[in-house]
C-alpha cells in the first residue's frame, strides 16, 4: 500500500517501507517501484548499502525498514542495518504552503564497537519522471539546469540534455547505473557550481529543484538505473563521501546528522521554480535584509588604499547621492590584526573618519576577514588558535583563526568592540582563502574537521549579534566563493561579485537571483570608475573620464545595482552635474521600491544568459500579487529587440528609470515589448502594471 499526502500542489507518496517520491500529479499505485533507498550510505570500504531483497550490485550491508511515523508536517522513516548495528533515521519536514521538503538525514551507533562511515546523503530523491515515456526516449525531456560560480564570472547558468551530461543507457542489466556528478570541495562551497540543479521535464511541464546547506564540501548525483529498463531519475544530495575526501568514526550510542537539504517540484519552469525557492529562503532565514543603500570603497574607487585625502570626498559625495551607509573596505587596519591605521586618516585618526561619516546622517562600516590572522597574534596567543592540517598551518602565508578556540574569539571580539566603541555599525565580512580540504588536529578527516569550522564561524557570528544587536554583517568571499544558504540566511547582505567591468554584470546579477532573494543580493554599481591599472595612481585618465559624460555608463551601472541591493562604488565626486543627477535620481528612484523587494521575485523573460552572450538581457522583479513588474532591460551590442511578457498579464509599460531621454524608444502591444536604443550598451527600468 502507498500513502498518499498531498501538500499544497504535490503529493508525497510513501511506500510501506519507507520508500517515497513526489510528483504534481495523483500518482497511480502501479506506478511505484519499489526497492530505491532514499539516503546513500556505505559503512567503511563496502559497497553502497541497499534495501533488503533488491539488491543491484553485490553488498554485505542491507538497509531493512523499522518504522514510519507521521507527526503533522514531520515524517520520520527509520531503518536499520544490522550487519554494522547502525539505524538511519530520515527527517521529513513539509514546508507549509509550499512544495517543499526539507531533510536531515542521522545515522546512530547501536553497537558497542566504532563504525567507519564514508558516505551519507542528506536525501536521495527518487521516481523522478516515473509516470511518463523512459529518458532516452526522448532525449529532450530532461533539461538539468546548473550554474558554475566562478570568481567574477558566478551565476553562469548552463542547460544540458541527461545525454550531455553522460547520463545514457548501454544495457540491459538492472545494475547498470549511469551518473553525472555535480560537486564542489574545500570552504569554497560556491566557487565552482552552486549547490543548486533544477531538472526540467518537458514532457509533463513540472520542474524539480533541490539544493543543500553548508559551507564545505558537497556532492550531488543525478543518476539512472536499469540502462535501457530504467524508468526513472534519481538525484542524491550529499552529504559528503569518500570522493570529497570525507569519513568519521561512528562511536558507539553516537549520532551523525547531515546537512539540511530541500527539494521538492512545481508545474512550470525557471519562474515557477524561483518563487518558490525564494519564498523558502525567506521562510527560514534568521536575519533579514537591512535594505539601506551602502556605497563602499573598494571596487573600481580606492581598491584598499584609503586615506584622509580620497576618503573625504568620496564621504560627502555619497551623503549627496542619498546613500545610508558608508563602508572603509580593505586598508583600514592590517589584515589580520585589526588594529585601525590612525595615520592614514588625519588629525581625528580612524574614530575621526568614523564620526565623519555619522555626521553625515551614514552608518559607518569597515571591512574585515574574521577568520585572517597573523603569525604575530599566534605568538601573542599560542599557536592553537592556528587552523592546522596533519600538522601542518592551514595558508601559512595568511593563516587563519581558528574559531572553535575560546582564546581566539575572544581576541577576536575585542577588535569588534574597538571599531564598535568608534561608531561602526556595519561589518563586511570576507574570505578570501580556501581552506581546500579542511583542518584537523588529531587524524580525523580534515573534510569534517571543515564542518565543524564552519558551525564554529556560524555560532561566532550569532555571538556578534548577542554582543552588538545593532550591526549589520555582510557576506562576501572574494565575490562568492562562500555562499551557500547557511550563510546567506545569517546575513543581511551578500556581495555578489568582484567584477570589475559593468558590461559583464547583467549577466552575473541575473544568474545570481536564482541563489540570492533580491533584497539580500549586494550589486555593484561604479559609475566613474577607477580601473585596476590605474591603482597606483588614483587617478582616472582623462579620456576615460570624457567617456562618461554622454551618462550613459552611468545610467547602464545604476540600472546593474538597482536589480538587487544596490551598493554604490567608483570615484563619484568626480561626476560632473549630468552624471551626479543620474547618481542622485537613481538613488532616489531606488528608494521607491527597495522595501518592497522582500515581497519580490526574479523572472526571466529573455532566459538565463551567459557572459558570453553580447546580445542583450532582461530581469524582472514581480511583486507577489503579480500586480506590478520592474523590467530592467539592457542592451549590450544588440540595440533593438523584442521581449515577449505574455504570460505575466501586465496592460502597461511606464518607463520609471532614467527620466532623461537618451533616445531610447518602447512600445507595448499584445503583451509584446518592443525596445529601441541609440547606442550600444545602455540599459533602462520600466514599469509594468496590470
Known amino acids: 500500500m502507498i500513502k498518499k499526502i498531498k501538500h499544497n500542489e504535490m503529493y508525497l507518496n510513501i511506500g510501506e517501507k519507507g520508500h517515497f517520491f513526489l510528483s504534481c500529479d495523483e500518482t497511480k499505485e502501479k506506478d511505484y517501484v519499489y526497492g530505491y533507498i532514499n539516503t546513500n550510505l556505505i559503512c567503511g570500504a563496502g559497497n553502497e548499502t541497499e534495501f533488503e531483497n533488491n539488491m543491484i550490485m553485490p553488498t554485505c550491508d542491507f538497509f531493512r525498514h523499522e518504522s514510519t511515523v507521521f507527526d503533522g508536517d514531520k515524517i520520520g522513516i527509520s531503518y536499520n542495518v544490522s550487519s554494522q548495528n547502525v539505524a538511519v533515521k530520515e527527517k521529513l519536514e513539509l514546508v507549509d504552503g509550499l512544495n517543499v521538503v526539507r531533510q536531515v538525514t542521522e545515522v546512530e551507533n547501536r553497537g558497542d564497537k566504532n563504525v567507519k562511515i564514508t558516505k551519507l546523503s542528506a536525501a536521495c530523491v527518487t521516481g523522478i519522471g516515473i509516470d511518463g515515456s523512459r529518458y532516452f526516449e526522448n532525449d529532450k525531456r530532461f533539461i538539468v539546469n546548473y550554474s558554475y560560480n566562478r570568481w567574477q564570472g558566478e551565476g553562469q547558468w548552463h542547460k544540458s540534455t541527461l545525454k550531455e551530461l553522460g547520463v545514457y543507457p548501454a544495457s540491459k542489466h538492472v545494475w547498470e547505473k549511469s551518473t553525472h556528478r555535480f560537486q564542489s570541495t574545500g570552504s569554497y562551497s560556491s566557487r565552482v557550481y552552486y549547490p543548486l540543479i533544477v531538472i526540467e521535464d518537458t514532457e509533463k511541464g513540472e520542474s524539480w529543484f533541490f539544493e543543500r ?23 542524491s544530495i550529499g552529504g559528503t563521501d569518500e570522493n570529497t575526501g570525507w569519513e568519521y568514526d561512528l562511536k558507539p550510542g553516537e549520532k551523525y546528522a547531515t546537512n539540511t537539504c530541500f527539494y521538492g517540484v512545481v508545474k512550470g519552469g525557471l519562474d515557477e521554480v524561483i518563487r518558490t525557492l525564494d519564498a523558502y529562503r525567506r521562510k527560514y532565514e534568521y536575519i533579514h535584509a537591512d535594505g539601506k543603500v551602502i556605497f563602499n570603497d573598494f571596487m573600481n574607487c580606492n581598491w584598499a588604499k584609503p586615506t584622509y585625502e580620497r576618503l573625504i570626498p568620496l564621504i560627502d559625495a555619497a551623503a549627496e547621492a542619498g546613500c545610508d551607509g558608508f563602508c572603509i573596505d580593505d586598508g583600514w587596519a592590517v589584515t589580520g590584526e585589526w588594529d585601525p591605521l590612525d595615520e592614514k586618516f588625519g588629525k581625528g585618526g580612524f574614530d575621526g573618519i568614523i564620526r565623519y561619516i555619522k555626521e553625515k546622517g551614514m552608518r559607518p562600516g569597515v571591512w574585515f576577514e574574521f577568520e585572517c ?20 598551518v592551514v595558508m601559512p602565508h595568511r593563516p587563519r583563526l581558528d574559531l572553535s578556540n575560546p582564546k581566539a574569539r575572544k581576541w577576536l571580539m575585542s577588535k569588534i568592540r574597538r571599531v564598535y566603541d568608534a561608531g ?6 570576507d574570505q578570501n582563502n580556501d581552506e ?77 537571483l536564482m541563489y540570492y532573494t533580491p533584497e539580500k543580493a549586494g550589486f555593484w554599481a561604479y559609475p566613474y570608475p577607477l580601473l585596476y591599472k590605474d591603482i597606483e595612481t588614483q587617478v582616472i585618465p582623462d579620456d576615460e573620464l570624457a567617456s562618461f559624460a554622454d551618462g550613459r555608463e552611468t545610467v547602464f551601472n545604476m540600472v ?87 504570460k505575466y498579464g501586465f496592460t502597461r509599460a511606464e518607463k520609471f528609470y532614467p527620466s532623461a531621454d537618451f533616445g531610447e524608444k518602447t512600445l507595448y502591444s499584445d503583451g509584446v515589448l518592443s525596445v529601441s536604443f541609440e547606442k550600444e550598451y545602455s540599459a533602462m527600468i520600466i514599469l509594468m502594471k496590470k
Open 213 to 235: 546547506e553548508g559551507a564545505q564540501s558537497w556532492y550531488m548525483d543525478v543518476t539512472a538505473f536499469g540502462g535501457f529498463n530504467a524508468r526513472f531519475l534519481n538525484v
Open 373 to 392: 590572522t597573523k603569525y604575530k597574534v599566534a605568538e601573542e596567543l599560542g599557536e592553537d588558535v592556528l587552523m592546522h592540517r596533519n600538522g601542518n
Open 424 to 429: 561602526v555599525r556595519y561589518i563586511k565580512n
Open 436 to 512: 581546500c580540504w579542511g583542518i584537523n588536529y588529531n587524524g580525523e578527516s580534515p573534510v569534517q574537521g571543515l564542518i565543524d569550522k564552519n558551525k564554529a564561524y556560524y555560532a561566532f557570528i550569532d555571538d556578534i549579534y548577542k554582543e552588538f544587536p545593532d550591526l549589520v554583517i555582510e557576506g562576501c568571499s572574494s565575490g562568492a566563493g562562500r555562499a551557500t544558504y547557511d550563510v546567506l540566511k545569517r546575513v543581511s547582505l551578500q556581495s555578489v561579485t568582484d567584477q570589475e567591468d559593468y558590461r559583464l554584470m547583467p549577466s552575473v546579477h541575473t544568474g545570481s
Open 560 to 646: 546593474n545595482g538597482m536589480a538587487g541591493s544596490l551598493y554604490l562604488s567608483g570615484k563619484i565626486h568626480l561626476a560632473d552635474e549630468l552624471n551626479k543627477n543620474l547618481i542622485k535620481e537613481g538613488v532616489a528612484a531606488y528608494k521607491t521600491y527597495n522595501k518592497t523587494l522582500p515581497d519580490r521575485y526574479p523572472v526571466f523573460p529573455s532566459g538565463l544568459k551567459n557572459m558570453d552572450d553580447k546580445t542583450m538581457n532582461v530581469l524582472g522583479l514581480i511583486d507577489k500579487d503579480g500586480a506590478d513588474m520592474l523590467l530592467f532591460v539592457w542592451a549590450l551590442e544588440t540595440k533593438e529587440f523584442d521581449v515577449d511578457l505574455k
